[in-house]
């Protein structure tokens, strides 16, 4: 690889984008300091442009005369857990951003993650809902079947829709849209869920007022019905 020839010209940085002069690698620090360099995380940019995360552990050897005449080196490629690290960063700003309630739950309906929509429709912060359960944020009701037909479904298929009664932090009861999806292990078995929950409580409310009216025109219609001849 030709671009491994320009090693010395690559240019290295701290996690937090800080330069890294060569007194300060770690080999150079572990016979500086006499002292084992352990965890070292370091940002590498090659000349061909390609990035690289390493981990480097630098391990000093004393002679008999208590002096280090040497250091071992060991380096682990972690590109692939930086890489992983900033999709799921850039997955928690995409999270925060929408306006449904995206939850995330154990199998128990513990919650794991509570996104900025959650906050917003039930009023929880995400510091108070986590570790509590879903029922005892929200009060769940189903509204087109029981609890039971819905953990049957769930288990059975994966997922389930419908619409549910909760109640808000201040007492509120709102009705909500939910899609819930499984989490499951390499095994297959289902380890927890992610739900998506939209706050259709307006818009019902709209409907029953729009039925209303209607219902009141047509007792009106009828009421002053004529006939022509």
Same mark, same amino acid.
């Given at each position: 690889?030709?671009?491994?020839?320009?090693?010395?010209?690559?240019?290295?940085?701290?996690?937090?984008?800080?330069?890294?002069?060569?007194?300060?690698?770690?080999?150079?620090?572990?016979?500086?300091?006499?002292?084992?360099?352990?965890?070292?995380?370091?940002?590498?940019?090659?000349?061909?442009?390609?990035?690289?995360?390493?981990?480097?552990?630098?391990?000093?050897?004393?002679?008999?005369?208590?002096?280090?005449?040497?250091?071992?080196?060991?380096?682990?490629?972690?590109?692939?857990?930086?890489?992983?690290?900033?999709?799921?960063?850039?997955?928690?700003?995409?999270?925060?951003?929408?306006?449904?309630?995206?939850?995330?739950?154990?199998?128990?309906?513990?919650?794991?993650?509570?996104?900025?929509?959650?906050?917003?429709?039930?009023?929880?912060?995400?510091?108070?809902?986590?570790?509590?359960?879903?029922?005892?944020?929200?009060?769940?009701?189903?509204?087109?079947?029981?609890?039971?037909?819905?953990?049957?479904?769930?288990?059975?298929?994966?997922?389930?829709? $419908? #619409?549910?009664?909760?109640?808000?932090?201040?007492? =509120? %009861?709102?009705?909500?849209?939910? &899609? !819930?999806?499984?989490?499951?292990?390499?095994?297959?078995?289902?380890?927890?869920?992610?739900?998506?929950?939209?706050?259709?409580?307006?818009?019902?409310?709209?409907? $029953? #007022?729009?039925?209303?009216?209607?219902?009141?025109? =047509? %007792?009106?219609?009828?009421?002053? &019905? !004529?006939?022509?001849?």
């Amino acid at each position: 690889d030709p671009a491994e020839a320009d090693y010395e010209t690559w240019e290295r940085f701290t996690e937090d984008g800080t330069p890294i002069t060569n007194e300060n690698r770690p080999v150079p620090k572990a016979f500086r300091e006499k002292q084992a360099i352990t965890n070292y995380v370091m940002q590498i940019k090659r000349t061909d442009n390609i990035n690289i995360w390493i981990t480097v552990r630098s391990q000093p050897i004393w002679d008999d005369s208590d002096e280090v005449y040497a250091v071992v080196t060991v380096v682990s490629d972690i590109t692939a857990i930086k890489e992983k690290e900033k999709q799921l960063e850039r997955q928690a700003k995409i999270l925060n951003i929408v306006s449904d309630a995206i939850i995330t739950t154990n199998a128990y309906y513990v919650v794991m993650d509570w996104n900025k929509g959650a906050e917003y429709i039930y009023g929880w912060t995400a510091e108070e809902a986590i570790g509590k359960s879903m029922q005892e944020l929200t009060d769940n009701q189903y509204l087109d079947q029981t609890e039971e037909q819905a953990f049957r479904y769930f288990t059975q298929n994966g997922y389930w829709t $419908g #619409e549910v009664l909760q109640t808000t932090k201040v007492g =509120e %009861r709102r009705y909500i849209d939910a &899609s !819930v999806s499984a989490i499951r292990d390499d095994a297959g078995r289902i380890i927890g869920g992610v739900a998506v929950n939209w706050d259709v409580t307006e818009r019902l409310l709209d409907e $029953g #007022e729009l039925r209303k009216e209607r219902d009141l025109l =047509e %007792r009106i219609m009828k009421g002053n &019905s !004529v006939c022509i001849t």
